[in-house]
């Protein structure tokens, strides 16, 4: 700013809240260096010692809120920088977290499964002993007419069975 002097005009009116100002030349030449994170400072001539004069103390006020900017911007960036790996940290747990819950998960239904085959094989196995048990207990002629059920129920057995799937590799259910 160069040597203005603000001063209030008034209105011509009742309004105040439109009241505005005007600057008037001094002639004293006025430097004022405004900071991000501080106060102005106001370096101006006086009948003691001309601005020209304070030159050295104007650069050494700017360079000091130079450097003051430059480490707020490193502590900024190093926020940043922590707040980042803490992110990253945080997220690479819950992703962790998440793998063990899919595992967890998984082994679970492959229990399930396992146990489904032995129950299914159980249950073909119990059914193969109950046919030869009922052919067994029949004699000649009672066991031509249980043909048709024994081989029915043969086939429900072998159905069952998880046997044949599991050692060809594929697995119903």
Known sequence: RIGLQEQEQKPSGADTASESFSSIPTGKLRLVIEAWRSSPTEFCDTDELKLEDQLNTVFIKIYRAVIREREANRRHNERLRQSELED?????EEERIL???RR????EL??????DEASRWQRATE???YVAHILRRCNQAEAAELG????WASQVASDLDPTNERCSGVVKR
Not at 110 to 115: A, F, N, P
């Open 104 to 107: 967890i998960e998984a082994d």
């Open 148 to 151: 048709d059920w024994s081989h």
């Open 88 to 92: 990253q940290k945080r997220r690479a």
């Open 127 to 129: 059914i193969r002993q």
């Open 99 to 101: 793998l063990e819950k």
């Open 110 to 115: 492959r229990r399930k499964s396992l146990e």
